[in-house]
């Protein structure tokens, strides 16, 4: 098995023992954006609706280091500290996904690194070249 590791100084910098993101093949296994400003690694707000802004800004630019775009996920799963916020995370994905949109789940928990609201990670399949 052939792994490329993907890093962006575009996102916010791994904060444990994980890659930004792996790609083996033509698929790319993103690891969880919370909303951090990749160049202040602070949260950009208190506000939910901003802090889901920020963490599609954050997967954007891993697609984008791995040779891809947000469109091209295939799969997202939304970790939410508070499922009423879900309408809104339905409103902010709509400004990045246009259809077909990806299989998604969301998933309510108790909390999330550094009292974020939201988390998501996800699987991009990269167009094939052939």
Not at 20 to 36: D, E, N, R
Not at 44 to 72: H, I, M, P, W
Not at 86 to 110: C, E, L, W
């Amino acid at each position: 098995m052939n792994k490329a590791i993907i890093s962006t100084d575009q996102a916010p910098a791994a904060i444990g023992t994980y890659n930004q993101a792996v790609k083996v093949g033509t698929a790319v296994y993103l690891s969880g954006q919370i909303p951090l400003v990749p160049q202040t690694m602070e949260m950009v707000s208190d506000d939910f609706a901003e802090q889901a802004q920020q963490v599609f800004k954050n997967l954007t630019a891993v697609c984008e280091a791995a040779g891809g775009k947000l469109q091209d996920m295939v799969k997202v799963n939304i970790f939410l500290t508070d499922l009423s916020n879900f309408a809104t995370v339905n409103d902010v994905m709509s400004q990045h996904f246009k259809t077909p949109y990806p299989a998604r789940a969301a998933i309510g928990v108790k909390e999330l690194p550094k009292g974020s609201q939201i988390e998501i990670d996800g699987i991009m399949e990269l167009p094939s070249t052939n």
